[in-house]
Nanobody, 117 residues
Framework: QVQLVESGGGLVQSGGSLRLTCAAN????????VAWYRQTPGNQREWVAL???????QYLEAVKGRFAISRDDAKNTVYLKMNSVKVEDTGIYYC???????????WGRGTQVSVSS
């Protein structure tokens, strides 16, 4: 089963940028749909963005035009570049990989993003 480790979170000022990394120990570019989720204070975990093996990407409406998901197949890594961040982007960001064949989902442990005004 794939294992995922997120990193890159931290404290950033409103309007700034941050890049989150999701490192996997399997070929996510071939066998998985990888998505980023976030859990903001007082809210349930919500989907933010996804990327498929064919490089199709989708985004939550609230982050369209600001966030970009990408993948480096040589490193088995998926990124979430966060630009023009807002205070409401504060939360714990999780990476999830769904195996295309078994449909099994695996989650990372998350990385904290805090945006100050």
């Amino acid at each position: 089963q794939v294992q995922l480790v997120e990193s890159g979170g931290g404290l950033v000022q409103s309007g700034g940028s941050l890049r989150l990394t999701c490192a996997a120990n399997d070929r996510v570019g071939e066998n998985y749909i990888v998505a980023w989720y976030r859990q903001t204070p007082g809210n349930q975990r919500e989907w933010v963005a996804l990327i498929t093996p064919r490089d199709t990407t989708q985004y939550l409406e609230a982050v369209k035009g600001r966030f970009a998901i990408s993948r480096d197949d040589a490193k088995n890594t998926v990124y979430l570049k966060m630009n023009s961040v807002k205070v409401e982007d504060t939360g714990i960001y999780y990476c999830k990989a769904q195996n295309l064949w078994s449909r099994v989902e695996t989650w990372g442990r998350g990385t904290q993003v805090s945006v100050s005004s």
